[in-house]
């Protein structure tokens, strides 16, 4: 028990001393400023480091925060810019896709111009032929709309091919490039005439022309309107490849479809009769 009680005595004892000191410095501080003057002088002297250095942590940590919040700040700009990226990408993206429709048409009314005064329909490519035996593409048009077996149909730059099958809401058409199909057609310039028949790949070969007729690489080869299917005039390809000794009487010719069957998205489907064909 004598050892606590020996401590604070020593403890009071060093307390009263320490604010008798304090007083007496704060007394003869008073009575001397100079000496007052340098004792604040010498602290500031030796509290400066540290006053700096809790100055530049201060400004470290502020700075860092500022930092923290524009940069949350700049990626909630980037994010809310990325979206709008996006959508006005997808928008773009849909209104090419109109512009190019626009054009499809554009042409497609161009091409049924020429067919007139006959009537057509407009469909979209709904799928193509699997299988090699048949060059044929299946649309989004059939009896319902007026289509018939037989009719003749025309893409944006020419000829496609003709209506082999017609349900009520779709039909199949024969390509131009098939083994089956047949157009009778004659040079725009020279006028000489023939078949052209499809080889199942992507040119045709323009059958029965004389070997005296004029053809030459580069002609267009138009539709005659004999055949009482296609309108006369309709563009069917040009003169790729010409033989004029070919097989005794006849060139062997080869054309190219004006249309690009593995693009095909949009055709006409002419819906009427050939003018004086034979019903």
Known sequence: MARPVENRVKIGGASLALFCLSLF????SSKNQNIGAMGGAAVQQVLHPFQAL??????SVSGVWDSYISLVGVREDN????????AL????????????ENERLRNLLNVTAQ??????????????????????VSIDKGTSDGIEVGMPVLGTAGVVGQVIAAASGSSRVLLLTDHAS????????SRARGLVEGLGSATCRWRFVLAGEEVKIGDRVVTSGADGIFPKGLLIGTVSAVDEAGKGLFQSIDVTPAENFLKLETVAVLTSK???ANK
Do not use: C, F, M
């Open 25 to 28: 410095l704060t007394s003869y």
């Open 54 to 59: 809790t100055h530049s942590i201060y400004s």
């Open 79 to 86: 994010a809310h810019l990325r979206s709008r990226i996006e």
């Open 89 to 100: 990408e997808v928008r773009n993206a849909q209104l090419q896709e109109v512009a190019h």
């Open 115 to 136: 067919a007139a005064p006959r009537s057509s329909v407009v469909a979209g490519v709904i799928g193509y032929d699997a299988s090699n035996w048949a060059k044929s």
């Open 182 to 189: 047949g157009v009778d057609a004659l040079i725009q310039g």
């Open 274 to 276: 050939v003018p004086g």
